[in-house]
């Protein structure tokens, strides 16, 4: 049986920390999606839809942007203007 939770890929994930203040980890999967995950208790808080093969996930803590760029040339943007307030972009 195969685990279709949201964030599962056989292949590695790119990870970027925010700052303290929003205590969220911004979890880049190679099944496109980028999972948002509250650092404490380890809850998913949401799983929202990026471009294929992501190769690197950072967060500009000045901007309270999370970017993840990915293999199928995209560039996505998740701007998190609270720690439960997400919306993406996509380039």
Do not use: E
């Amino acid at each position: 049986m195969h685990d279709h939770s949201p964030g599962n890929s056989s292949v590695n994930a790119r990870i970027a920390i925010s700052d303290q203040k929003l205590n969220r980890l911004f979890v880049s999967c190679h099944n496109k999606k980028m999972l948002v995950v509250d650092a404490g208790t380890g809850k998913i808080i949401d799983a929202l839809p990026i471009g294929g093969f992501s190769d690197a996930t950072i967060f500009d803590p000045g901007t309270n942007l999370a970017f993840s760029s990915n293999s199928d040339g995209t560039l996505d943007i998740i701007a998190a203007s609270g720690p439960n307030r997400l919306n993406g972009f996509s380039r």
